[in-house]
């Protein structure tokens, strides 16, 4: 009996040893995407951003331009990535459009599905997940895509991260900033800071505390040759010729920051 007994208590000694990850392993965060988060690399700016706030980060990414998140179900590249690593959040991220049914009427019907599928997926292994929003330049097509984003999260059971009404208001407050890419279309450097800030704000609670900081990553643009592999946001391009590097001036952060914190107020 003595034996049985210490035996189980060697089990429940074990378990909790492995049930408690070490105190200064980083979280990891899972980007599922297309081009919307590639240009500009959301993943490395979020790492870079949470880490000048005192927060580890490792993001990786599985992107590809043009792509649905319904591609990423049939292909089973989430599936796989999520066996092979244990995230604490996944970020979905759906081509902008489809949730608005902008490619037909079955468009939204099959991604609402693919947000839904992903979701549990993830979940049964123990992540958190969110839906980040995208985008719309013009403010009565903007409201529709936050409500049919919005939407589709709620249906999910997550959290929605809102930009494209951040966005009016920030293009109306800074119109000066980098908003979008050369071709007016993809997100600019400052729309990726927007969006990181958000999912900061979302994952820790609180706008980022930093005065500057610095992107030690590829810089991708919309020609990424990036296929929808597993890759950490901060491994080599498979394109030479990438741009590398990028900074965020404090001056840029704090104009940000106040018109975001007047969400707060």
């Given at each position: ?89 996944v970020v979905l991220q759906e081509r902008g459009g489809d949730l608005m049914c902008a490619f037909g009427p079955d468009s939204c019907i099959r991604s609402r599905e693919a947000v839904k599928s992903l979701a549990d997926l993830a979940r049964k292994k123990g992540a958190r997940v969110v ?135």
């Amino acid at each position: 009996m003595r034996t049985l007994a210490i035996t189980f208590l060697s089990i429940v000694l074990l378990c909790a040893c492995r049930a408690a990850p070490p105190a200064d392993r980083p979280d990891r965060v899972l980007f599922v995407g297309n081009s919307l988060v590639y240009v500009g690399n959301l993943p490395a700016v979020f790492s870079a951003l949470a880490a000048a706030s005192g927060h580890a980060v490792h993001s990786d990414m599985i992107v590809k331009g043009g792509a649905t998140l319904e591609e990423r179900v049939a292909d089973g590249s989430v599936a796989r990535a999520l066996s092979k690593h244990a995230y604490t959040t996944v970020v979905l991220q759906e081509r902008g459009g489809d949730l608005m049914c902008a490619f037909g009427p079955d468009s939204c019907i099959r991604s609402r599905e693919a947000v839904k599928s992903l979701a549990d997926l993830a979940r049964k292994k123990g992540a958190r997940v969110v839906l980040l929003g995208t985008y719309q330049s013009l403010p009565a097509p903007s409201r529709r895509l936050v409500e049919a984003e919005a939407s589709a999260a709620n249906d999910a059971g997550i959290p929605y991260i809102e930009v494209s009404g951040q966005l009016q208001r920030l293009r109306a407050a800074e119109p000066g900033f980098a908003w979008f890419y050369m071709d007016g279309m993809h997100p600019g450097k400052d729309l990726v800071l927007l969006d990181a800030v958000l999912l900061y704000r979302d994952a820790f609670g609180s706008l980022p505390d930093t005065p500057d900081f610095t992107v030690d990553a590829p810089i991708y643009t919309s020609d990424s040759g990036l296929t929808p592999e597993l890759r950490p946001a901060d491994a080599p391009p498979p394109k030479a010729g990438t741009p590398h590097g990028t900074a965020y001036a404090a001056a840029t952060i704090d104009r940000l920051l106040s018109v975001i914190g007047q969400d707060n107020d």
